[in-house]
């Protein structure tokens, strides 16, 4: 299965596309403008992907994403 070209458990950091601004605008409320921010939301999003996979649904919670991508959660 895949999503936007990438195969399911593939974070962009493993797929070596360099498309910064492919992020999925559907489930975003705001689509960022700037690379840094892009890079900032493919962190949290290849985190989340990591947490998932790594401990599970039962496991998963903001707290956790947010260590494993090195930023606050608030």
């Known amino acids: 299965m895949s999503i936007q070209g990438l195969q399911l458990g ?16 559907r489930s975003l409320l705001h689509v960022p403008k700037q690379s ?5 939301v493919h962190t ?10 790594e401990q599970g649904a039962e496991q998963f919670n903001t707290n956790r994403v947010a260590e494993h991508a090195g930023v606050s959660v608030g």
């Open 10 to 25: 593939q974070t962009l950091r493993d797929s070596g596309r360099s498309d910064l601004f492919d992020l999925p605008r």
């Open 36 to 40: 840094r921010s892009a890079r900032r």
């Open 44 to 53: 949290i999003l290849n985190a989340a992907i990591d947490v998932l996979v």
